[in-house]
């Protein structure tokens, strides 16, 4: 069965650098999603990508975020200037087109700013 | 504004005995809604979903949820519990015109042997 994929597994960056998570999501996939989960806590809808834009986004998501599609597989999170409240795990998901079409989602990259 | 509500932390049941996990949602519209299950360093998988049509709704390992629109809840459901259906449990909504959906803070199931 297709999976999401996500890499890193594990990211350790420094206060105040810039981190990349990538994913790669299910091949006939058109719908995105980036969600945030804090130590095994509630799980917060970040950003969703359709059609090469966003298409929702959270009051999460602000400024120091942002993602990408660069090319036809990988879909990307951006976070800059990383703060110690960022550590967390990161979720990316993609789904088919209809409401009704479930959200397949990936491991996860757990982030940890020292 | 669609929002999701589990309003227990924490579901210990013994294994062989039914359980229950509780899910109350808020959403303009027809919801549609979704069990998904988290293990240790996993992502969420997708249990079930209630889109329309019978309110009984089947999913993957023996789960069920029953859909009670007067008292807008679904609730998980399953006959007899297995030590292996420890996990983290969430609910979540997507109201109509929407793609992103809202997560409930989970409930942590423990069945115990």
Aim: hydrophobic share 35%; with cysteine.
């Amino acid at each position: 069965e297709p999976e999401v994929t996500q890499t890193p597994s594990h990211q350790v960056t420094q206060m105040g650098q810039e981190v990349i998570l990538r994913c790669v999501p299910i091949s006939n996939h058109l719908y995105f999603y980036w969600y945030r989960q804090i130590l095994g806590q509630k799980v917060e809808f970040l950003v969703s990508f359709y059609n090469n834009e966003i298409s929702e986004k959270s009051e999460i998501f602000d400024d120091q975020f942002s993602v990408e599609r660069p090319d036809g597989s990988n879909f990307t999170l951006k976070i800059r200037s990383t703060k110690l409240e960022d550590s967390a795990m990161y979720f990316c998901a993609s789904k088919l087109p209809g409401a009704n079409q479930p959200q397949h989602f990936g491991d996860g990259t757990r982030l940890s700013i020292l | 504004a669609q929002s999701v509500a589990q309003p227990e932390d924490q579901v210990n049941v013994a294994e062989g005995n039914p359980l229950t996990v509780k899910c109350t949602y808020s959403v303009s519209g027809n919801p549609y809604l979704f069990w998904y299950v988290q293990y240790p360093n996993r992502g969420l998988q997708f249990l079930l979903k209630y889109i329309t049509g019978d309110n009984l709704v089947k999913g993957s390992y023996g789960f069920e949820a029953e859909f009670n629109k007067s008292q807008t809840s679904f609730h998980l459901k399953k006959p007899s519990a297995l030590v292996s259906d420890s996990a983290l449990y969430f609910c979540a909504v997507r109201a109509p015109g929407f793609n992103d959906m809202r997560f409930g803070a989970g409930t942590r199931l423990t069945v115990k042997p």
